[in-house]
């Protein structure tokens, strides 16, 4: 009775802390839900700490009528599904090739690709042989010089040497199968929680970056959607600090638009990777233990 009890009581203690750490991690996805669409005075007096107050759709409308918007919409989905599908291209027949212990020269290689983890040319050097190989302000210049990440291809490195069994390629080898057979035929099959993983990580990078355009891409024409976003933002400040008016009731309605208008960007450019997530995230998980913990 003594370890019922106290396993009842463990129980509840979990749940408890469990439940506690999802109002943690919830509340702020909330807030920002309820202050896109609420009153700014009740936003920023504190009035509004959970429910909408003045539900109002004015922010959503202005963001969605812009055109820069959906410009950027496009480019992101363009980079993210070009993006990703070139990052796998990359990360998925070098992590098969590195698995393999036979192959020749692998530590090398293993060591040279670790040492870009810790060691980097800078900004400045990278910019100067984008520039140099002409992808200055094209979307090459977003898909190439991150086609592959090293900590990912260590992760799905581990996922092919723990998960896929030797027996089996050695099988297929011996029925007259080729690498490029056995790993097109084989191994990918085997691998949809770590392919689902990858290309998970790679897709949020890709829909979350902005630094790379910012540093690479002049023409607005080719901006993605965060760095529109980032612009919309900035003269929204901007056209309130430095306003010519002076009457207290125009600039006290700037100020109100630009903030439905920030909660309302923040919204429109996190939906889709919310969307999307709860159905790969069966893959995620799986994926992660087995490329990780699995020996």
Not at 22 to 35: F, H, N, Q, W
Not at 94 to 123: D, E, N, P, R
Not at 194 to 215: D, K, P, Q, R, S
Request: hydrophobic share 55%.
């Amino acid at each position: 009775m003594r370890e019922i009890t106290a396993d009842k009581a463990f129980n509840i203690s979990n749940m408890i802390f469990i439940l506690f750490l999802l109002a943690i991690v919830c509340y702020p996805l909330l807030y920002i839900i309820s202050a896109s669409i609420s009153d700014p005075i009740a936003v920023n007096s504190g009035r509004m700490w959970l429910w909408p107050i003045g539900v109002s759709w004015e922010g959503y409308k202005r963001v969605l009528q812009s055109a820069e918007i959906w410009t950027g919409y496009r480019n992101t989905i363009v980079y993210t599904l070009l993006g990703t599908a070139i990052n796998l291209l990359v990360t998925l027949p070098c992590a098969y090739a590195l698995s393999k212990k036979k192959l020749i020269g692998g530590k090398v290689v293993m060591m040279l690709l670790l040492f870009t983890m810790f060691f980097q040319g800078g900004i400045i050097p990278s910019y100067l042989v984008v520039k140099q190989l002409h992808m200055v302000n094209t979307i090459w210049a977003i898909m190439i010089p991150q086609a592959a990440a090293v900590w990912y291809i260590i992760v799905t490195m581990t996922f092919f040497r723990n998960t896929i069994p030797q027996e089996l390629e050695e099988a297929a080898e011996i029925d007259g199968c080729s690498v490029f057979g056995v790993f097109l035929r084989i191994v990918l099959p085997l691998s949809a929680p770590i392919i689902a993983v990858m290309g998970l990580f790679y897709g949020v990078g890709h829909w979350n970056e902005y630094f790379t355009a910012l540093l690479y891409l002049s023409n607005e024409n080719l901006y993605p959607l965060q760095l529109v976003l980032r612009k919309i933002l900035i003269l929204n400040q901007m056209s309130s600090m430095l306003s010519s008016v002076k009457d207290p009731l125009v600039l006290a309605e700037q100020a109100r638009i630009a903030e439905i208008v920030k909660y309302a960007v923040m919204i429109v450019a996190s939906l889709p990777m919310l969307i999307a997530y709860p159905f790969l995230q069966r893959f995620f998980i799986k994926g992660v233990f087995i490329g990780s913990l699995k020996s």
